[in-house]
């Protein structure tokens, strides 16, 4: 299905329609996503409740079915100083379908700026909930992380 609109919110019931949106924003952000990843735990799920500090850089996700915890990204060097907040859908669901993008600094796979959408596994709600300013090094072991 391709992205739909409803008044100020767009829906989709893929991960590629969350990355269509990821990357349009990422485009408004003048840093275009260029990799992609969708988060996947070790227990094989794909839905988890999200928790991230864009000031701190910091983004934890936590499986639905077995509850596992994950530093996403290069979350794990700002921990510390991180006060994560839960996120929630218009719809006050809090499971999602999460996909990651980078930008990349120009003429390398260096990671510039990282951005993480979400769908809504409820309403179908998609959009970009946190994005922040990341020199985090190789784009494809950084996206190994989320």
Not at 56 to 62: C, K, L, M
Request: proline letters at 1%; a negative charge.
């Amino acid at each position: 299905m391709a992205l739909r609109k409803k008044g100020e919110f767009w829906y989709g019931t893929t991960s590629g329609d969350t990355q269509a949106e990821l990357r349009s924003y990422s485009v408004a952000n003048r840093h275009e996503a260029v990799r992609f990843a969708v988060s996947k735990c070790d227990c094989g799920c794909r839905t988890f409740a999200l928790q991230t500090d864009e000031e701190a850089g910091v983004a934890i996700r936590t499986c639905t079915d077995c509850g596992q915890e994950h530093l996403m990204g290069d979350s794990a060097s700002n921990v510390d100083e991180a006060a994560p907040e839960a996120h929630g859908c218009v719809c006050e669901n809090d499971v999602f379908e999460l996909v990651s993008g980078v930008s990349v600094h120009e003429g390398t796979h260096h990671v510039r700026w990282y951005y993480i959408a979400c769908r809504c596994v409820e309403c179908n709600l998609v959009g970009v909930f946190a994005d922040w300013k990341c020199d985090a090094g190789d784009a494809a072991a950084f996206l190994a992380k989320v």
